[in-house]
């Protein structure tokens, strides 16, 4: 096995979403274990109140993970990716329809410094905002792919899957 990779859902979704499935099986195919946190029980507080519960459920996949493990988040999945990054080691971050900050919660997004970090985002997305992200992307030097898609990225599966390999490679 090359290595362990934790994928987390984003909010009114679950671990059985369309993003996190598709990649868990790509990761699979290449030899990555994987596992996707249920965080419905926690998304049931809001989108400011399920932040902490999210991270300490991340907090106990991590700690069960053999070896810093990769995260790959999706909305408020890759909101607290990022932020469990500044509490543990990780092996890298890969980051969908990120939020730059959730209304209602203190902390905006951020990430460890030096941990190798991917992030795509859609021109269209109508829930988290592009310019948000892309000033986060620029400011800490993490490459960024800007798809034409909606905040669910559906369109944009092929490109993702193709990016997320290549991301997946330069780790391995």
Not at 21 to 44: H, I, N
Request: net charge negative; glycine share 10%; charged share 20%.
């Amino acid at each position: 096995m090359r290595g362990h990779i934790i994928l987390s859902h984003g909010s009114d979704s679950g671990p059985d979403a369309t993003k996190v499935s598709a990649l868990a099986a790509l990761a699979g195919s290449l030899g990555w274990t994987t596992v996707r946190p249920d965080y419905r029980e926690d998304d049931a507080l809001g989108h400011a109140g399920c932040v902490e519960p999210r991270l300490a459920r991340l907090a106990r996949a991590i700690a069960d993970s053999r070896a810093p493990p990769i995260l790959v988040g999706s909305s408020m999945g890759a909101f607290v990716s990022g932020l469990a990054s500044l509490q543990v080691p990780v092996a890298g971050v890969f980051l969908l329809a990120l939020p730059a900050r959730i209304p209602g919660y203190a902390r905006a997004f951020d990430l460890a410094r030096g941990v190798p970090a991917f992030m795509i985002h859609g021109y269209a997305d109508d829930v988290c905002p592009v310019d948000e992200a892309f000033a986060f992307a620029r400011s800490h030097a993490i490459p960024m792919l800007l798809v034409e898609d909606d905040h669910r990225l559906g369109n944009a599966m092929a490109g993702i899957e193709t990016t997320f390999r290549r991301f997946l490679e330069g780790l391995a």
